[in-house]
């Protein structure tokens, strides 16, 4: 066993020394009867890379790589062209294989990491601090409706229509234990989002309002009127933001006074990885630091007065707090903060800016295009770079179609709301610098051909 | 204005109908270096042994508990900025909260200075 | 002939040192290869980039007249400084890779690089999770066949795939519970934590919504059976019991205990922590269990990471399996593939308490995984839990001369072996010797955990050290411990030879500094 260094000679050498005659007298607390005799029958015995190699490639062969085709999903997950040097970055054995920095002396590295993400972060939100990371953009956004909640002793969250709908699925199911009210519908097909109609729904009972940018639809709208809102009747404005590129183009939440912004940083540094590991980002006003879930990297000075950086104010978590801790969550996701930071610093504030003016033109240009074949109308006003298509057919079973022509489409609202026939002729299309004009007269042509 | 002390290592401060309330000299000390502390709100309605402040030191967060029924009226807003005052000046400067109380009562089963001066010597 | 003296000096001068060569400074404040790096926010600039972007096309914008007109304050590295400032600060880190890891329940083994390479797949890590499913049939045989991997492993009949990391499982088993319970009309107000359980476990469990209660332990550091029957009662949901446990030991009576939680109507949920103690050897479900999360990183090697991802699949008894979390990956009769999700959960998974997650899990945690078992092998596996508590054991054995061993008298541990700090000379703490062995060359124990223990030291060599690795480990630990016990003062500063010294925790927790901020605010705030 090639990750094994213990010889027999060794193994034995070792019982001596215990003073134990066989392996099996170290598993003496192990009832006999729950005891196995051999290895697992049913499972294969071990293998060497070659072998190991040959049945993982077989399995990643048959899948449909994004790279290959005509690409065009997004809702939530964005394809980007990642530097090759943010990969080798991430395959550096002191940050790969390192722990959670809990022993600041010998943790520098990840911590200064850290403390740079958590700048960014903030900076790229508009807020003024943000925390070391979170499982991903669902799981950041529920913690936000808590943090609400803790934070006004209200229980009642109102959801914008356009927040993606497995945010609002997993809101959803950990409400229901949690007993907390959430006021959500599903988006209609229109070219304004759902600002007004939410106004409507802030009462001195809500916690926060949660709103998407851009939203599902790909949709923007100014939130300030919202937030205005909110604060009147001491709720707080919740943003989510599951394209951070779309930030080098539009204005930050924060500028529009979110007190909670929350966000997917997939797209930056990590990759599509069919859904995960991907890193949910977390960032609110200096007034609400520590009703802030998740780890948090802070900047003090050792014995000698040297800058150095540590875990702070863990004593909000649930390795000391149990049963009060302000989540249960106990791990960020430390690779892919660390992946997001490295690419955000090689693209720099220009190269930020430079990127997301990239995909948002080249976007302008695919709807424009799109929404010429006869059948297809583009709903969007504005959008950043992803749009949202209205067929006059059914667009799933297209999509399905399209996908064993080797294009991917986009992402079918009917595939994100299965309940909601209204929503059925809807397809949200998104383009990035990674889409090629060919790419867009493919699936041009190809939709042609569906609608004729 | 007499002086009362809990099993809790509190120390409460009555004069007429208010009690002021903070942590003893012997808690700050075994906690350490105090880092936040958490006040109860102004208008608060505190019932004998409810949670009523958050003390927070490096490694660990500990509740303190109302030692006597009553409504806030009155919280230390210097801790927020200067939470050391518990380590530097525990039973003076670094009090927690002032509240009414609604059962002088209650104190009848405190310890005076010298009972819960024994009580942590026989800890 | 001629002679050529330039050139470089050949001859060794006298071996010149300092009186206290850690007195020497330097220009710069570095030290040979240990070397400070700056904030990016002090080097980088807005208009520096690493990326080189095509042109983009002409268009008018359509981003609803809200430009961002302010500047975003994001400082931007050329690769060649990118790449060094990163590689810089990796040389700050402890990692694996460097040395010997021993830190207790955490499960710091090798990360093969085999389960990197299969990661990076173009078949795996470029495809978005909502291709539609003929498009990703690969990818969702690969998550059913780790499914059943972890099923057979396990000796249970379900797995939810989709918790993010260990504590997110174990939120899914609580709420999988509590759903169970609640079908059955009767949610129940209690969940029964051992004292010495992972500070997670009542976490968690508060959230879903109970009372959390503690049951004692017994004097050989396992659940106290009896003072367990006495508080069953029609009050109470569950236990969570971690096993084998936080102090080490397997709990011999697990069987018991499920049984008696069964008998009572509540459930029983494992912490599965340390499932790489027994994997290959024993099978949870053989145990009585109704759920159990598995940290793939301890026992399956995917990597920590500098904190995450993790990735934490839940395995469940056929009690529970109506309850687990969507979405999840069946295969037909013909060898089809499928997702099950909300629409698709109405006709044979009503009974779901729903998603967890936006989409379907870490599945790049996966592909490693998977790498990791086909790698071992059934009794590859079987020798990983063997080694590791061998490992374990001789780490106990050589050490409890010098280091108090609680309960080492009631036998073997398992794969972690515990020690106090009882003996250590007045003033000195666990803290001080923890810090002592970074001086040595290694990252510290798990250190005051578990709390049943005072000072503990909980210390897991892993399967993937060898016998004279762990050897000059021993050497240096017994040295700090003898240090410890004769009152070394020097411990009390240690570490002494680090990046960086001891930090200041309590500046950093009262004036939290979460951001980097322009200097000239940083005088503003110090006034």
């Known amino acids: 066993m090639r990750y094994l260094p213990l010889t027999p000679n060794d193994r034995q050498d070792m019982l001596t020394t215990i003073g134990a005659s066989s392996i099996d007298e170290l598993f003496v607390d192990v009832p006999e009867d729950a005891r196995l005799d051999g290895p697992i029958r049913d499972l294969p015995m071990h293998a060497g890379e070659m072998a190991v190699e040959a049945h993982m490639k077989k399995l990643a062969k048959n899948n449909s790589a994004a790279g290959d085709m005509p690409f065009f999903l997004g809702a939530g997950a964005y394809r980007h062209h990642v530097p090759a040097s943010v990969d080798h970055i991430i395959q550096r054995g002191e940050f790969l294989t390192a722990y959670t920095p809990y022993q600041p002396e010998i943790a520098q590295g990840t911590l200064q990491t850290l403390f740079e993400f958590q700048t960014q972060v903030a900076r790229l939100f508009g807020v003024d601090v943000a925390n070391a990371s979170m499982y991903d953009g669902s799981t950041a956004c529920w913690e936000a409706i808590v943090m609400a909640r803790r934070i006004t002793k209200r229980g009642k969250a109102v959801l914008s229509s356009g927040l993606h709908p497995h945010y609002v699925s997993v809101a959803k199911t950990m409400a229901r234990f949690t007993k907390d009210q959430l006021v959500s519908e599903a988006p209609t097909l229109e070219a304004a989002t759902d600002g007004a109609d939410l106004l409507d729904q802030i009462d001195d009972d809500t916690s926060c309002v949660v709103v998407q940018y851009p939203d599902i639809l790909g949709r923007i709208a100014d939130m300030s009127v919202l937030a205005e809102k909110a604060h009147s009747h001491k709720a707080l404005l919740i943003a989510v933001v599951t394209e951070p590129v779309a930030l080098g183009a539009i204005k930050a939440p924060g500028q529009m006074d979110a007190d909670i912004v929350v966000g997917e940083g997939q797209s930056l540094g990590v990759g599509l990885q069919f859904g995960g590991p991907y890193v949910g980002l977390f960032g609110c006003k200096q007034k609400y630091v520590r009703q802030m879930p998740g780890r948090l990297c802070g900047e003090t000075v050792d014995a000698e007065g040297k800058r150095g950086f540590v875990l702070t104010l863990s004593t909000r978590e649930q390795h000391i707090r149990r049963e009060k801790a302000t989540s249960n969550i106990c791990t960020n996701s430390g690779l892919c903060a660390l992946a997001f930071t490295a690419h955000m610093t090689l693209l720099g504030e220009k190269g930020l800016r430079d990127l997301a003016m990239l995909n948002h033109k080249k976007a302008v240009v695919a709807a424009d295009r799109l929404a010429q074949i006869k059948g297809v109308s583009l709903l969007n006003d504005s959008f950043f770079n992803e749009f949202t298509l209205v067929l006059d057919k059914d667009t799933r079973p297209i999509v399905r179609k399209l996908a064993d022509q080797k294009i991917l489409a986009g992402v079918s609202l009917g595939r994100l709301y299965p309940d909601e026939s209204a929503l059925a002729h809807g397809l949200v299309v998104a383009v990035t610098e990674t889409t090629s004009d060919e790419d867009v007269e493919a699936l041009a042509t190809a939709l042609e051909g569906e609608l004729a | 204005m007499s002086r009362y002390y809990t099993d809790e290592h509190e120390w409460v401060d009555v004069e007429g109908e208010t009690a002021t309330v903070g942590i003893t000299d012997y808690a700050q000390e075994q906690l350490g270096d105090i880092v936040f502390v958490e006040t109860p709100e102004t208008g608060a309605e505190l019932a004998q042994g409810d949670d009523a402040a958050v003390v927070e030191s490096v490694k660990a967060a500990s509740d303190v508990y109302a030692a006597v029924s009553g409504t806030v009226v009155e919280v230390n807003d210097a801790l927020e900025d200067e939470p050391a005052l518990v380590n530097s000046s525990a039973e003076e400067d670094g009090w927690f909260f002032r509240v009414t109380l609604s059962d002088k009562s209650e104190l009848d089963d405190l310890m005076d200075e010298k009972a819960y001066k024994a009580f942590v010597d026989g800890l | ?527």
Request: proline share 7%.
């Open chain 3, 1 to 527: 002939m001629s002679m050529l003296t330039e050139g470089r000096p050949t001859k060794q001068e006298e071996n010149i040192i300092a009186p206290d060569s850690g007195a020497l400074k330097t220009h710069t404040g570095n030290r040979a290869l240990m070397v400070d790096e700056p904030l990016i926010f002090e080097t980088g600039s807005p208009d520096r980039s690493g990326v080189d972007l095509p042109a983009a096309p002409s268009a008018e914008s359509r981003l609803g007249g809200l430009d961002r007109d302010e500047p975003i304050g994001i400082p931007g590295l050329s690769e060649a400084e990118a790449v060094r400032h990163y590689t810089r600060l990796s040389r700050q880190n402890y990692a694996i890779d460097v040395g010997l890891f021993p830190l207790g329940s955490c499960t710091m083994k090798h990360n093969p690089r085999l389960n990197e390479k299969m990661a990076r797949l173009k078949g795996f890590s470029d495809i978005h999770p909502l291709q539609p499913v003929d498009s990703v049939q690969g990818a969702l045989e690969t998550i059913y066949q780790l499914a059943e991997w972890l099923k057979t492993l396990t000796g249970m009949p379900a797995v939810a795939m989709s918790p993010k990391a260990g504590a997110h499982g174990e939120l899914c088993g609580i709420l999988a519970i509590r759903s169970a319970l609640e079908a059955r009309g009767d949610a129940r107000e209690v969940i029964l934590v051992p004292e010495s359980a992972h500070g997670t476990n009542p976490a968690t469990a508060a959230f879903a919504g109970y009372k959390v209660e503690d049951i004692p332990a017994n004097a050989s550091g396992r659940v106290d059976l009896d003072a367990l029957k006495a508080r069953l009662g029609p009050d109470v949901a569950g236990v969570m019991i971690t096993n084998p446990n936080t102090c080490g030991l397997f709990e011999p009576d697990m069987k018991a205990i499920s049984d008696a939680v069964h008998e009572a109507g509540g459930l029983v949920y494992c912490d599965g922590a340390n499932f790489n103690a027994i994997v290959g050897r024993v099978r949870p479900g053989d145990l009585g269990i109704d759920a159990m999360h598995i940290n793939l990183h301890k026992t399956f090697s995917t990597p920590h990471g500098g904190g995450g991802p993790g990735s934490g699949p839940v395995v469940f008894s056929e009690a529970l399996e109506p309850f687990a979390p969507l979405p999840f990956v069946e295969k037909t009769e013909e060898g089809h593939f499928h997702l099950v999700e909300e629409e698709t959960a109405e006709d044979h998974h009503e009974s779901s308490f729903g998603r967890m997650v936006a989409f379907h899990g870490q599945m790049g945690m996966f592909t490693r995984a998977l790498t990791y078992m086909l790698s071992h092998g059934s009794d590859g596996l079987k020798q990983v839990s063997e080694d590791a508590v061998l490992n374990a054991n001789y780490v106990l054995r050589s050490m409890e001369d010098v280091l108090e061993a609680p309960f080492a008298k009631s036998g073997p541990c398992m794969h972690e072996a515990l020690f106090s700090d009882n003996g250590f000379a007045n003033g000195l703490t666990t803290l001080d010797l923890a810090k002592g062995l970074i001086d040595e060359g290694y990252h510290p124990m798990t250190m005051y955990f578990p709390l049943v223990v005072h000072g503990a030291m909980l210390v897991e060599p892993t399967e993937t050290e060898s016998k004279a690795a762990i050897d000059q480990f021993i050497g240096a630990l017994r040295s700090v411990a003898e240090r410890a016990k004769a009152g070394d003062e020097l411990l009390k500063s240690a570490p002494h030879f680090a990046p960086r010294r001891r930090l200041d925790e309590t500046q950093a927790a009262r004036k939290p500094i979460l951001v980097w901020q322009e200097p000239e605010e940083y005088a503003e705030a110090a006034e």
